[in-house]
């Protein structure tokens, strides 16, 4: 059903696009549309949430935010969101929620490409003293996300793969 509702919205669009990991590329993932839909929002939600088991949920901010909290919402487990980098004002922190030495995540994202954005996100919970080790995806662009998350100790997991939805 998840499968056929993006295909639906054409969250795959070809084009010259630029990737936040700075590369170019001829198509473009545009899960955040998608999140937009609280129907696609929710299957993607419930494709996650298998993978959380009793452990907490982190995403990077923006993107991942909306399939964090819903992935919260499926499974009643707490999230955390993560800036790109600490803020300069107020409390000054990277990470809003709570994170206690000791704690598990599981980080989500929308797509992954090289692995950076999950990278940092992962950086930033284990500088609190947290454990990750693995990463859920609703899409993994088969660009070498796997491939730099498993030599930082982190498991991949993607639903599905950019072919499965063209």
């Known amino acids: ?40 929002l929710r299957e993607m939600a419930k494709a996650v949430a298998p993978h959380v088991d009793d452990r907490k949920i982190a995403g990077m901010v923006l993107g991942a935010v909306p399939l964090a909290v819903a992935v919260a919402l499926e499974t009643g487990m707490p999230y955390v969101m993560v800036r790109k980098s600490a803020k300069d004002h107020g409390v ?21 490409t090289t692995g950076g954005s999950t990278l940092r996100v992962v950086d930033a919970l284990r500088r609190k003293g947290a454990t990750v080790r693995t990463a859920v995806v609703v899409v993994d662009r088969e660009e070498g996300a796997a491939d730099l998350l498993s030599e930082n100790g982190i498991e991949l997991v993607s639903v599905f793969t950019a072919k499965d939805l063209t």
Do not use: H, W
């Not at 929620?97 to 989500?108: I, L």
């Open 92 to 112: 000054k922190d990277q990470i809003e929620g709570d994170v206690e030495s000791g704690d598990e995540f599981v980080v989500v994202e929308d797509v992954a």
């Open 1 to 40: 059903m998840l499968k056929e509702m993006l295909r639906d919205l054409k969250v795959v669009e070809t084009g010259d696009f630029v990737l936040a990991s700075g590369r170019r590329s001829n198509y473009f993932v545009n899960i955040k549309r998608a999140s937009t839909d609280p129907r696609v």
